[in-house]
Each structure stands twice: as structure tokens, then as C-alpha cells.
């Protein structure tokens, strides 16, 4: 592993003084301001060590299977064997009849006791109606139809056999392309056919482009492939009812529980303070964990129905079979209009996206990918026909990159195709058309706002790590062993913090907007400094980077701050938008724990200023753990002193002092609605950059490949703790690749899916990965209060750029993500006809 | 993920759990478990009774006789085998195994195992056809031997029938031996895999194309390629590879195989 | 079926089923929930204990072949919570993120380490084969490792 500029280890470096703040550009309706950037030094811009490690290497970790309570059932789905069927009979009476199982619960049952899930679509997606359980008919392999609660993991599992279940099978459709097609099998009769949703975005003057282009270049057919994360924990959980107030705790891994008790409260007919959501640590979430709120409103039925906790672990195959599938989509039909010398002026497609059998986060998909329309070019003229139809799969949810990823695929293709087409080098064509950093911040066609960054730099920089002299060399060396190497490049944003306003652009009837994170912080009686957040980390290291913010607002030691571990609703530490999801941990929960733990050094100067007789807060400041007056810095008040006072020994205190030393803070970003006709508007807040260069060597006999090599640049801002974000930036670039590569949900025509557990589905591992280069350059945001952006997702750059490097080796126009040594085989074939 | 309900049985010697297989009829042989663990959790076979062979010291052990003939005990592990001095005798044995799966599985899977699950994946039925191995079966009456070419009969069946054991496995001197395959990932699971044996004439045998290895002879590397298709193969399509492209590999797989094995 | 069983030190005897496999043993009955579960076709590694000396994987054992065996997991690793050199190398690499796969891993990082003191950066990827991460990319525990085999 190199690193170049990268990464602090142990002594820190403080806040990197890297990237000049940009002049800002004039901007239309958007009324984001440069907020003043706070150059701090100290914990900020360390690689701190991370609190939570200790009890992750001792084995002492909670996560949800860890979790027991005496007499708990365990519960197991009976699932659907057929894509799609009409459920004609359905008898768990022999299942309940073997001593030891609790009890069952069918889609007739929860189809009287809730209502079906709200769905974010307008017509015709709105219509379909979503039952925690399979309701009269199944739509996919693995779908849950039955549940069984009994003593034993083994005995529940035992008993689901016994459940009977009739089905009357019926043509499944397993091709998005023939979804609308008149003798389409339809999934959904209450949405009379097919298509869920669809919408046309239009910005720009295409005609006027296409008219001063000197020539147009056509791509017939892009495909992004099905594929997701596979977080190593699955989803999970373990419910309580508490029938004497009527509430359930839900101890999952859940990864957005603003989502989870929206969607299942309505649907349950309860408030969402019955629902009490608990998490720890969670198994890795990727965007997977977003949408079990089904499984969980079983769970909360049988909690109730049976007087007994009821656990829930949800086995591998289980996962592939029906959590949270990554978008399929295709791109038709693009046009895109050039000038010779490599300018790209703009271009239309059609993306057609392929939901699976449900709509539980979609249709956002059909807007959350216009945060990045022009990709990372300055094209003005833009038009994209967005079309998402249900098919006999798993259900689409979120996935690393959410979205975006396809699109930006989509655009780095675009680039690629176009060089090759123009015979121009795809490293030209990318610095003649990025968004430069003197064009930042840059507002796009739609009115999204890219706040910082260098494109040309980065490329720069990532040609730099990779060698790029030494690639002709090495492709002849390669020659002359029989193989054939190339080079590809792959850029692409990582947009963090929704506006969830843009969710009007798919239903314009929608009461959402903004986006919101919160964080309390408090000095306890023994001066104890005591953090919580609304968040919910699957490994981003919250409690170690919330802790550096705190520990340098306060002047104390990172290890003076006791962040609590996961998320509970009962601190009431969470707001609608509550989780950790969307790259935004560092700009939403980190600006709520800044502005929460700012409330609270305001606050203890207050106290120690009347304590001290009544100093004003300017002559006072925060250290040594505590607060002393900066002229006479004996006069101290340690915090345990603070602490103590407010919480047991305030007699006396002015009656006027309005101090707690418990504050919450509710981070809300600068967001407007946007223009729902004209779809128009700020749509994320930040936008962190990716640039990775992989190299690839084909053996042209087989088609099989290695990565040789690879370079990742990232740009996220302000980093708090390096390391942690370059650990991520790695974790994204091996999951890119394994998707670039390996990994595919694919199914046969019955619907059956071929990959449904690791035997089939490689997840690689490290004698799979490249040697790796990583740069990082830091531009940071001017509108977040740290000039942190957030980060994570990866942007797919990995598929970006391995995609290229086929291309390159190949010789062949690659037009889809999924690229097995089959598929290079075949490509290789056709380049060579 | 979770077994049906099993009886298990653990026999003291090799004449216990041959008596347990044959009295009871829904009986396996456990060997090392990383195949049929895996089988049993998905509900594919759900034996009545397993009859774990482990600690039977009858079954374990490499021998080298004079004339360079390596026995090797059915419940030898891949990481025994790796690690033995008189399995460097006929090297491609040790450099195969290291290339199946991961450590932990190695530590606990079986030679005798892979052979006889007889996955067409597998890298040990080939291999074993390739160089010629003599596979001896005890049961009810006595032992037999039958040759590696005889021994696999289809997809997880083998010449070791119910109430029988694999118990050792006799493979001749020799060094000139190649493995070439195309795996999911690296050292992965096999797309397609060719082993091949050069003795004078060279013997390719071919995994992944058919229920049981598929042999071809060829005078020399040259003609391997000719002989593999005169095999007219006709591999299964599944997820990772189609029938044309196994095919296609399953011809480039077994010259660089005998290329390797005539080089050494 | 009675099991004995020695893990970490500490001698247990329960009455199982024999379906049962070892990691819901040691995860379910003796609540030793350190060692996970990642899958269902034993791929992952989450599992991974020492078992007598050896490095298997336990969900592709039944607890009944455990009998009378010693057992070590990730809880016996360290000693009254002080981290061990390889577990301290593992912070400092930031060689974890969820955390869930890394109890498997420094049991074959142990396995490992005791047999080859000085595994060379290959050797360490072929040793950590068979444990799945999907947050870390594998680089960061190739090096904690490779930290504490040169030190």
C-alpha cells in the first residue's frame, strides 16, 4: 500500500491547509452562503484511535443476534419457491401443532390488523399495495409469506415445513425491457400494469445542441447491473412488546430508523413513540439495512400476538434472496452531441431502472441520481426519459452509491465511448470537459451545487500514483508475455446530505424536505462529558470522530468524551431524518454534536461566569477540563464542579441563569424546496470526489483478468480523522471491484435467482485485491460548518475505471458493469471479427 | 443454515462405521464436513445418521513405498497432505490442495472427501484420473480396488457405494504433472479445470465438463487440443460460464496443463 | 447428546442436539457471542475458532464432534481487557470498521502467527483467505498483521 498525502498515522497534522477556498460563482435561486470555516487545531485532522475497536477485538460487540431475552421465540419465514403465484391456500395448522412453536402469522392476518406501506410514488407505483407478508399473491423467489415463532432456531425452521402453502404459478417476468410490453405478466393489478413510474427531466437546449455539434455519437445500449453490498451481518432483530403502554422495542440493525418508524408506524395504526428503536453495532449497512421494515412489523405482531419477544435472524441465502438489490438499470437510445475536438455539449438517454417486485425506497431513485446530472462535466444541455418498472425480483433499495453510481457509470462511459469514437485520449477528452476548480461552486443544469473540488488535480494526482509514464512500457511487457493490459479511469462524486425535497420531483404531493440530524451533549454530575446521536454507525467510527469535535470545542482530551455507543429513540437524541445512511455522518451528525456541544461551552461559561461573580463569557475560556478566567486563569471550575452544580447543588444560582449542561442540537442544512416543474433546485449538499485508475491484464485465451494495479484519489473535504476516511475509500474501492468482477444478482428466466449465497455470489477476498495506491487532496466545503463533506459511498469508481481498463485492453466498446471473464472473452471475440 | 433433525454416530474403527453404514439406510460417512455441512444446512440431503470418521487413525496417514507408489489414507486432510515430506514425492498433489478453498477448510476437508462428493467442480477428481490413482473401497466383503477412471460414476457418485468407504487412495510414482483452471477469484471455486499427466503420452483430464472427469489422450502437447475436441464436450451453462466458453476454456485449460506437466 | 467442551479455559458440558453446529454452541448455549455468523455455505470465515491447535471454521462443525476438545475464540484472546499486540495492531492499522468479521480474522491472524512467526505479505493474504470483510478492502489487515510478525 502507498500513500501519498494521505492518511496521518498517530501524530496528527491538525486541520490540512490544502485547497484555497474557491470565489464563489453567482448562483440563481439557491441561497446557500459560504459559511466561515473554523480552522481549529488539535483532535480535528488526527487519525485518532478509534474507541470503538477495543470492545470490536475483544469479541465484546453487540450485535442483534447477540442480543437474548428469556423466553424469546425464534422466528423463521416461510418463503416463496415461485417468482410469481397466486397464493390459493395457506394451513400452518400442522406447523402450530408441534409442541414447541409459539405461533404463526399469515398475509391474511396482516393484511386485517395494518395497512398497506406508504408509498413514495405517484400513480401508477402509489397504487400497489405493500403487506408486510405475501397477500394473495407472490412476486418473487423468497418472499416472505409465513411466519413461524418456536423455542428453538432449529425447531421454528423444522416447523415452517409443515406450513402449507397452495400456489397457482403464473408467467414471471424477469426482464425490465419487456415489462411494458402488451403480454407483460403483471406483478401489481391495483397499478394496471408494469410501470411504476416515470418522468421526464429536460434542461438546457438540446436542439441547439445538437445543432452546433459536429457529430452525434450513439450508444444504443448501457446496462448497469444488479448487484449489492453484502454486508457480513445480516438483517436482524429482536422485539419487545410491552403490552401495559403499548410499545415495542425494536433491538435491530436498522440502518435508518426515521425511515423505519415512518413507514411502519402508519401501517401498524400507532404513534411513532410505540415504536422505540435500539441499535449497537451493526454488521456493515451499505444502504442494505434501509428497508427491513416489513420483517420488523412482522416481528412487532408476533411480539404482540404471542406475549413473548420474538427474534429474528435473517441467514445469507435469506439476504440475496430479498434484502435491497442495487438498481438495475439501462440506459437507451443515447445520443450525445460532440465537437470534434472532444467538447461534449450535452446529451439525452432513456434510463429505464428495474425495481424488483416492491417499491420500498423507490422510486427516489428516479430523482436522487439528478444530484450528479452532468456527472463531472460541464454539458449544459442534458435530457433523461426516467422509466422504473416492477419486475419478478428481489426488491431495489439502496446500495452503496445509491443511484448516483449508475449515473455516473452512465457519464464515464459516455466519456470513454466518445474518446474512442473521436480517437482522442480519454485522459484529454476528461480535463477538456471536467467542471474546473475555478468554476466552484458550480452550479449544474438542474440547480444542484457542487461546493469544492479539483477534478484536473486529482486526475493528476492519480496518474501520478499510477505510473502513468510506465504504462506503454508495461503493455508492451505485457505483450510479449501473451497478454493484453490496459488502463482506465474512473471519476465520480460521492453527493452527501439530501435534500429530501427532491422527493416532490417523484410526487409532488409529498410533505418532505430538508434534511435534519441531532445530538445532545452534557456534563454530568461528575463533570462526565456524555454524547449521543441520532445515528446509526456500521463501522464509520462516529463515536471516535464525534468525540474529536467535542474534545476541541471543550479544549480536553478525546478521552475525556464518552460517546454513547449506537442509537436508542428513548434519549430522544433523533429527529425525522435520523440514521446513517447517504454519506452525510460528517456534515450532519458531526454539525449537530458541533452545534450541540457549542450550546454547551456557552453554557458552562454562563455558569462559571456568574459563579465567578459575574465575568462575562469573552473573559473566559475552556481547558484543562474545565473553565477559568483568562486573566486570572486561577480562578478555575473544573467541569466536575459544573457538573455538580446545575445537576444537585444549585441553590443560589441567579434565577435568570438559563443553563442546563444538557443540550440538543438539531443540525438543519441550508436547503430550499426545489422547483418541482421545472425540477430545479439544490438537491445535496456536498459533493466529495473520487478518481481511481485501475490496471488491468487480460489473458486474451481465456478472458480471464487480474487488477495489477490501481490508484485512489479522494477529496472529502475537511477530514477529521483521516485514516477513518481512507479506510472507507478503501473498503468502497474493494467492493467496487468485486462488483466490477465478480459479484451479480442474476436470474434465470423462471426468476429463479443463480447467485443466492457466497458459493455463487464471489465476494473477494485479500488474495483478490490490486496492490493500491491512495491520494487525497482536501478542498473543503463552504457550506457545511466543519468544511467537512461527507464520504463513504465510493461513487462506484471502482467499475468506473475497471470498465475503461477493459476497454482499453480490449479494444472493445464495454457496455456493461458486470464484466466476468466470460463477458471479456466474448468481448474480445467481437473486437477481434 | 439450520440441519434437520440427524443421528450421529461415532464408530472406534473402520469395520464399526462400515457396520453402521450398511445397517442403516439413510447413513453418510462424515468426513471432513465442508461439503456435506453445507449440503445438510441447505436441506439438499438430509442424512438420517452421519458416522463421523474423524480420529479413526485407520484411515489417516501418507505412505512412501520404495517403488515411489504414495498411499494416502481417505481422511488425510488437504493441510496433512500439503505438509507431508513423503507427499512431495509427486509434488502436483501438494500444489493442488493448496489451491482449494481457504485454510480453515483445508485444515478439516479430506482428500477421501473431495473424491468422493465428486462435485464436478471439484480439483481432486481429475487430478486423481490424471495420475493414474488406484482407489481402494472396504466393505461388507473385504477391500477392492478400483482405478481413478472407474471410480467416479456421476455428480456425486462414486464407486463407493452404500455401506462402503473409500479408505485409501495408491497413486504411482511420477512428476511430470500440470493443473491449469480458471477459478471464481482467486484460488476459487473452478469454472473450468484441466489436470494432466505426461508418462510418454499425455493424459488430460477435465473437470467442471461433465458429471465425472472427462480423459483424453493425446502423443503430445501438441495434440491435446485435437484430442479435447474429438471429446465433443457438451459442459453445462450456468451462471458463470456457458457451455460454448467452457468448452472453450476446457481446450485451453488442458494444453496449458500437459504444457506444465511436460515441462517439469 | 452430552458435549464436554473446553473453551478459553473454561470447561462446559451441555446436552445438544447433534444438529447442532459449534458456532450455535458456543453463540446460543455458552454465550461466547464474539465468534459470528456471516453466511450459510461456510465462505465467510466470521466463524473461525482454534479448535485443538487447528483453525476451522465453526459452522461447518456439528458441537457433538467437539467433544472433549479444547477451543479457543476471540474472547480468550486477551487477558483481563488488555488488548494483545496483534489486537493492538489491528487499532492502529485501523484494521476494522463494523468489526464483524474481525474476530474471525484474528483467530487465523493467530493461527497464523504461531506457525510462521515472519508470513510474508503473500503468505498473509493466503492465511486470511477464508474471512470475508466487506468495510476494510483487506489492506489495512494485511499491514497490522504484517506489523506484528516484523516486530
Sequence with gaps: MRRLDGASKGGGVGFADAGASNPVTEMSETTLAPAPVEVQKGWGGQSVRRKEDKRLLQGEGVFVDDVKRHGMGYLHFVRSPYAHAHITRVDVSAAEAIDGVYGTLTGEEVAALTDPFFQISSAPGANIKDFSLAVGKVRFVGEPVVAVVAETRELARDASELVEVDYEPLPALVDARKAQEPDAPVLHDDADGNLMWTGLYSWGDLDSAFAE?????????????????????????????????????????????????????????VGLDKLRFVTQDIGGGFGNKITSHPQLVVCCLLARKLNRPVQWTEWRTDFHLSMSHGNERWFHDTEVAVKDDGTLLGFRTKALDDAGAWLRYEPLGGVIWAQVTPGMYRWRHIELDFTQVATNKAPVSPNRGYSRMQHLWFTERVIDI??????????????????????????????????????????????????????????????????????????????????????????????????????????????????????????????????????????????????????????????????????????????????????????????????????????????????????????????????????????????????????????????????????????????????????????????????????AVDDCGKRINPQIVEGQVMGATAQALGAAVHETYEYDEDGNLLTPNFYDYHVPHALDMPPLATGALESPSPFTPLGTKGMGEGGGAGIHAVCAAIQDATGAIVTDSHNPYQRVWRLLQEASA | ??????????????????????????????????????????????????????????????????????????????????????????????????????????????IGGNVCSNDPTNHLPPLMVAVGARMTIAGAGGEREVPAEEFFLGVYLTAAGPGELLTRISIPAGKKDGFAAVTLGADGTCIANAAASVNGAVRVAIGCVDAVPVLVTANSTEGVADAVRGANLMPPSDVHASSEYRTHLAEVLATRAAEEAAGR | MDVTVAVNGTTYERDVEPRKLLIHLLRDDLDLTGSHVGCDTGNCGACSVILDGVLVKSCMLLAVQANGASIETVEGLSEDGELTPLQQAFNEHHALQCGYCTPGMLMSATALLRENPSPSEDEIKKALQGNICRCTGYWNIVEAVKSVADA
Design chain 1, 418 to 711: 466518445v474518446a474512442r469514437e473521436l480517437g482522442l485520449d480519454p485522459v484529454e477528452v476528461r480535463k477538456k470537459n471536467y467542471i474546473r476548480a475555478e468554476d466552484m461552486p458550480y452550479e449544474t443544469p438542474n440547480g444542484c451545487v457542487y461546493d469544492s473540488g479539483d477534478y484536473a488535480g486529482m486526475l493528476d494526482l492519480a496518474l501520478e500514483l499510477i505510473d502513468w509514464g510506465s504504462i506503454p512500457g508495461k503493455k508492451a511487457a505485457a505483450r510479449e508475455r501473451g497478454k493484453l493490459l490496459g488502463v482506465g479511469i474512473g471519476s465520480t462524486l460521492d453527493s452527501g446530505t439530501n435534500n429530501f425535497g427532491q422527493s416532490r420531483l417523484i410526487n409532488p404531493e409529498l410533505q418532505f424536505s430538508g434534511n435534519n440530524e441531532v445530538a445532545t451533549v452534557k456534563l454530568d454530575i461528575f463533570g462526565e462529558i456524555v454524547v449521543t446521536l441520532g445515528t446509526t454507525p456500521q463501522g464509520q467510527g462516529h463515536e471516535t470522530t464525534a468525540a474529536q469535535v467535542v474534545a476541541d470545542i471543550l479544549n480536553c482530551s478525546v478521552d475525556d468524551v464518552h460517546v454513547r455507543a449506537g442509537h436508542d429513540s428513548y434519549w430522544n437524541s433523533h429527529a425525522g431524518f435520523s440514521g446513517t445512511y447517504a454519506s452525510q455522518f460528517a456534515v450532519t451528525g458531526l454539525s449537530a454534536v458541533k452545534g450541540a456541544t457549542e450550546m454547551l461551552a456557552a453554557e458552562i461559561k454562563k455558569l462559571a461566569g456568574a459563579v465567578f461573580g459575574g465575568v462575562p463569557p469573552e473573559g473566559l475560556e475552556l481547558a484543562d477540563g474545565g473553565v477559568r478566567i483568562k486573566e486570572s486563569p486561577d480562578a478555575f471550575l473544573p467541569f466536575m464542579a459544573c457538573g455538580a452544580i446545575i445537576n444537585a447543588n444549585n441553590a443560589g444560582l441567579p434565577e435568570d441563569l438559563d443553563v442546563t449542561l444538557n443540550c440538543r442540537y438539531v443540525y438543519r442544512p441550508p436547503f430550499e424546496v426545489p422547483d418541482v416543474e421545472k425540477k430545479f433546485g439544490n438537491l445535496t449538499l456536498t459533493y466529495a470526489t473520487q478518481i481511481h485508475v485501475a490496471v488491468v491484464e487480460v489473458d486474451p485465451e481465456t478472458g480471464a483478468y487480474e487488477i495489477v494495479d490501481y490508484a
Design chain 1, 213 to 269: 455539434a459536429d457529430r452525434v455519437v450513439e450508444i444504443p445500449e448501457l446496462h448497469f447491473h444488479r448487484f449489492n453490498s453484502t454486508p457480513l451481518e445480516c438483517d436482524g432483530a429482536l422485539v419487545e412488546y410491552n403490552r401495559g403502554v403499548g410499545q415495542w422495542t425494536i433491538h435491530t440493525n436498522n440502518q435508518f430508523p426515521g425511515f423505519a418508524a415512518i413507514m411502519m408506524g402508519p401501517a401498524m395504526k
Design chain 2, 1 to 110: 443454515m439450520l440441519l434437520r433433525e440427524v443421528e450421529y454416530a461415532k464408530p472406534g474403527s473402520v469395520a464399526e462405521a462400515l457396520e453402521l453404514l450398511a445397517s442403516n439406510d439413510g447413513a453418510r460417512a462424515l468426513a471432513g464436513g465442508q461439503t456435506l455441512i453445507n449440503v445438510m444446512k441447505a436441506r439438499a440431503a438430509s442424512p438420517d445418521m452421519l458416522v463421523d470418521l474423524n480420529g479413526l487413525d485407520e484411515l489417516k496417514g501418507i505412505e512412501l513405498a520404495g517403488d515411489g507408489t504414495l498411499t494416502i489414507g481417505a481422511m488425510t486432510t488437504y493441510s496433512e497432505l500439503m505438509g507431508s515430506a513423503e507427499a512431495k514425492a509427486r509434488p502436483i498433489l501438494g500444489e493442488v490442495c493448496a489451491t482449494i478453498a481457504d485454510v480453515q477448510v483445508r485444515n478439516r476437508g479430506t
